[in-house]
């Protein structure tokens, strides 16, 4: 009768551990790594500068009403000029046009408010624009 060697309690676990390290369980992550995800990039704003259309001459026989003070938000950028409210009139009644900042044209030019001129017989009114 031919004898063959016990394992041991030693070499059992020895052998046991050996391939757990081969096997990578110790080390196994089983949450896969995230994958990448494209995010659409922000659309570029629209730049609308204020345009003026043409409009008939304005003319009234009464002073417009004195300028209202108003509350100017912060800037939202260097390139943003402050446009300040006005009065206009129409069909016999004297309106406010809040201010609001809008955008310099690219030739930097500056804007010069919407006024009223006294002319001797009445008051025109002088549409903002830029210069």
Do not use: F, K
Request: proline share 17%; hydrophobic share 30%; with cysteine.
């Amino acid at each position: 009768m031919m004898l063959t060697p016990r394992p041991t309690l030693g070499g059992l676990l020895a052998a046991g551990g050996a391939l757990l390290l081969m096997s990578g369980c110790g080390d196994r992550d089983d949450n896969p790594p995230p994958q990448p995800t494209y995010v659409e990039p922000a659309p570029q704003p629209t730049v609308v500068y204020e345009q003026q259309e043409p409009q008939a001459e304005v003319v009234v026989t009464e002073a417009p009403p004195p300028p209202r003070i108003e509350y100017i938000p912060p800037q939202p950028s260097p390139y943003h000029v402050w446009i300040s409210g006005h009065w206009y009139h129409r069909d016999g009644a004297w309106y406010w046009a809040d201010g609001h900042w809008a955008q310099r044209p690219p030739d930097r030019s500056h804007w010069v408010p919407a006024h009223w001129v006294n002319n001797g017989y009445g008051w025109r009114y002088v549409p903002g624009h830029w210069r």
